[in-house]
């Protein structure tokens, strides 16, 4: 990853979209490090879903919301720790309150400025964009499952348990079938795997296809991926699958004692010849490594 050169991952208004009465999505333009963006109204409230990487894309979301909300309410919420879905927290302090589940809490706190500098490295665009980044800090912290009332419309916050992250949580719009999942779906790419031992190791190919398997089987009627296009309950569907196939063809081959090295190879070969419109190939040798590490562990 770090050997690319990445665009500025900047939040772009120009596109703003409906997903369902008083519910929008500043969508992610195809550019890397940028999050699709909720904004979910009721009577009196208003929840911004991901605030965009670093402090002046925060600003450019923050602003959008307060014009959204015309008074109303606001709260902010995070799928998960990583910097493009929550370093700008910090910017709402004060004009939001900033609602996250505990294990996301934890990880932001003990791995976030490690994160910091790992993304700095990522290139002058990203650096330039954590320019003078502070981390947020919850105002709510839930356990499990938090109901936001936003006045004639209750958002459902759910944590799911480790898996693209150790404190990845789902925020569900059930009156409108709605599901934001941050990047336990990513659309037409590669699930992405932060596996970057020794410095993070908490992303689990096993869990993660648990939580997709009992999300799957729920069918939201529109899902809103991390990244990528908005779609349907197929976008979970898709990552179940992918996520079934790279354990189970991981494993027989590891059964068999064969090197990472070659499984990378074969594995990478396999998923780009079912899946060659999808980006992010350089994913799938992550989730290898992920899997092997599982199966080595016995789990
Ligand atoms: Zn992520």
């Not at 409230?45 to 605030?51: A, C, G, K, M």
């Amino acid at each position: 990853m770090a050997e690319q050169l990445m665009p500025d991952p900047v939040v772009d208004l120009s596109d703003v979209r409906e997903l369902a009465r008083d519910m929008v999505v500043i969508p992610n333009p195809g550019v890397p490090l940028v999050p699709n963006i909720g904004v979910i109204g009721g009577r009196h409230s208003v929840l911004v879903v991901e605030t965009g990487m670093g402090p002046r894309n925060a600003e450019t979301v923050l602003a959008f919301a307060a014009d959204y909300a015309k008074g109303r309410t606001l709260y902010l919420t995070t799928t998960h720790f990583h910097p493009e879905h929550a370093f700008g927290a910090r910017t709402f302090a004060g004009e939001a309150t900033y609602l996250i589940n505990r294990d996301q809490a934890e990880d932001l706190r003990l791995k976030g400025p490690g994160y910091v500098e790992m993304f700095r490295g990522l290139g002058e665009p990203v650096a330039r964009r954590l320019e003078g980044v502070e981390l947020g800090q919850p105002d709510l912290v839930y356990d499990q499952a938090h109901d936001l009332d936003l006045g004639g419309r209750v958002v459902r916050l759910r944590a799911t348990g480790r898996a693209h992250s150790k404190g990845d949580q789902v925020v569900e719009v059930p009156d409108a079938g709605v599901l934001f999942t941050g990047d336990l779906v990513e659309a037409g790419q590669f699930a992405i795997f932060p596996w970057f031992p020794p410095h993070d190791t908490d992303v689990s190919g096993t869990r993660w296809l648990a939580v997709m398997r009992r999300l799957a089987d729920e069918r939201p009627r529109v899902v809103v991926p991390g990244h990528g296009a908005v779609g349907d309950a197929q976008l979970l569907a898709d990552v179940r699958d992918y996520l079934q196939l790279l354990r189970d063809e991981t494993w027989a081959r590891r059964d068999s004692a064969m090197s990472e090295e070659t499984i990378v190879e074969e594995i990478s070969a396999l998923m780009i010849a079912r899946h060659p419109e999808w980006a992010g190939r350089e994913w799938i040798e992550k989730g290898v490594g992920c899997l092997c590490a599982e199966h080595d562990a016995g789990s």
